[in-house]
């Protein structure tokens, strides 16, 4: 880690944080605030026939485009290709002055591109690649009074993730059997793989259901990492807020 990057994390993780809280006769309203304020995860997208009858061809994702190429697979075997849509971000807890509040700090990115490969039967996955360009992270929890908006996080996200360099986060989920399920049927899904961050390349199991109608597929899910094992920079413990270092990754996505 660079020290003068890790000072300006400390210094602007949500912009005035030294004044977090100053108000102790305020946490029970602030308490109550964050409780609601807290985005639901993300959840499995819409595989009616109506709804995924004419599936969009991926748009142009420049910083994506050569992240995930398919390798060498049979011709017999079908591509899933990410469709618009589709969503990934994280979650992660906050402590405000070492208040334990039930806030989580959420930020999503719709920049998503990817393909997954499986046998002509629909029983195995053979190979995949999901990319998610972090550039395009966006808060989308809210803080509570009198904290600043939690959008002036997304100016720090350049420094924590190093996105200059590493702009994608990637998992390339291991071979896998499949049950069989029919459509419009949800499968629960463990699913084991790799996930880079920062150029660090990690194990990671993932947990998502995952639904097919018609000829698209819907999966949603998260996998939990410690953002210490990919040198991820968040305040430490001499900053008026303390990030959890234990991160959830999750991700809403559409394949056609």
Not at 91 to 104: A, G, M, W
Request: charged share 20%; aromatic share 6%; hydrophobic share 40%.
């Amino acid at each position: 880690m660079h020290g003068g990057r890790m000072e300006a994390v400390r210094r602007l993780w949500w912009l005035g944080g030294t004044a977090v809280l100053v108000l102790v006769t305020g946490l029970a309203a602030a308490l109550a605030y964050t409780s609601q304020n807290t985005p639901d995860r993300l959840k499995l997208a819409d595989t009616s026939p109506q709804a995924t009858a004419s599936p969009s061809p991926p748009p142009p994702q420049p910083a994506l485009d050569n992240t995930c190429v398919p390798g060498s697979n049979p011709t017999t075997a079908i591509e899933w290709t990410v469709q618009p849509g589709s969503m990934a971000g994280f979650r992660v807890h906050e402590n405000f002055l070492d208040f334990q509040f039930p806030h989580e700090a959420v930020a999503r990115s719709d920049k998503v591109a990817g393909y997954l490969v499986s046998s002509s039967d629909r029983r195995q996955m053979l190979e995949g690649c999901i990319a998610v360009d972090l550039r395009g992270l966006t808060s989308v929890d809210k803080l509570p009074p009198p904290l600043p908006p939690a959008s002036n996080r997304d100016g720090l996200f350049p420094d924590i993730f190093d996105l200059k360099d590493y702009p994608p986060a990637i998992f390339e989920p291991d071979p896998m059997d499949l049950p069989a399920s029919k459509s419009g049927q949800v499968a629960h899904l463990k699913i084991n793989g790799q996930i880079t961050i920062r150029g660090a390349t990690r194990p990671v199991a993932v947990k998502a259901d995952c639904r097919l109608g018609g000829e698209t597929l819907a999966c949603a899910g998260s996998a939990t990492v410690d953002a210490r094992q990919f040198d991820v920079l968040l305040p430490g413990s001499d900053s008026p807020i303390q990030v959890d270092p234990m991160i959830t990754i999750e991700f809403s996505l559409l394949f056609s």
